[in-house]
């Protein structure tokens, strides 16, 4: 059992190939756990949660808030997660943080001069990004957002990028090899384990950043952040004469849950 007075996160990740979950206090992770769907008959999630309390010596009724990965990401595996994390935090009175994949992964890079690109894979030959400027020197640091969430292609992604940029996440284990030939030195792609093993750590250390900013949200007005909604067409525009498809337009669905700054 923790003391009451330490703030505890429960992270929820289910946008990808692997469910994961993790406790985080402060900048510490106090317990992960990860498991490969295709591992699977079912997605046991309440289990993995019920194990990873045990791992901390906690119980959900310690946990001071929830986050959950509210996407892009695959549209099954995100639905589960936020169902999940809201019927939780509906039962034991906690509040939920919306954490989307973009925090996540932006989450881990401190420091970083240029272009901060985080890429998740699609269906369909495309990418899920949103394009970043990072800028500082010792230790302030500044993110500014240039283009929010997007489904594109990795050819048309590469003819959007301006500057030296950092590639991060599981779209860069698929098409590195796209993003270094058309990019050249421009194109800098970082490994993550956290595109191998999910990224409920970084969601869980995204919300205790947060502090009591987001504390207080209802956990049923959290909304999946799908960018492409399932079996729609979606409006085209040109964009630097690359085909990309942006949810920038509007719907219940484009807008992101909070916490990156347009």
């Not at 946008?15 to 008959?41: F, K, W, Y």
């Not at 045990?54 to 995100?78: I, K, S």
């Amino acid at each position: 059992m923790q003391e009451p007075s330490e703030t505890f996160i429960l992270g929820i990740d289910t946008t990808g190939p692997v469910d994961s979950v993790a406790l985080a206090r402060g900048e510490h992770i106090v317990a992960s756990l990860s498991l490969r769907q295709s591992l699977m008959s079912s997605r046991p999630l309440l289990r993995l949660i019920d194990v990873l309390c045990v791992q901390a010596q906690c119980t959900l009724a310690d946990v001071t808030a929830l986050a959950v990965n509210v996407g892009p990401g695959a549209f099954t595996g995100l639905r589960v997660g936020l169902s999940t994390a809201q019927g939780l935090a509906v039962a034991y009175g906690k509040p939920l943080l919306g954490c989307t994949a973009f925090e996540a992964l932006v989450s881990l890079v401190p420091q970083w001069q240029g272009g901060l690109c985080p890429v998740v894979q699609a269906r369909k030959g495309e990418v899920y990004a949103a394009l970043y400027h990072m800028d500082g020197d010792g230790g302030q640091w500044t993110l500014e957002e240039k283009l929010p969430g997007m489904v594109v292609t990795p050819d048309a992604l590469c003819a959007l990028i301006r500057e030296r940029t950092l590639f991060l996440g599981s779209g860069v284990t698929a098409y590195r090899s796209v993003l270094t030939a058309a990019l050249r030195s421009d194109a800098v792609c970082l490994d993550l384990v956290e595109a191998r093993i999910g990224l409920a750590a970084s969601v869980a250390r995204w919300g205790t950043a947060q502090g009591q900013r987001q504390l207080e949200e209802d956990p049923l007005r959290i909304q999946p952040f799908y960018i492409r909604p399932a079996d729609a067409r979606l409006p085209r525009i040109a964009a630097n004469a690359a085909d990309v498809t942006s949810m920038t337009t509007g719907g219940a669905a484009a807008a992101p849950p909070g916490g990156i700054t347009r």
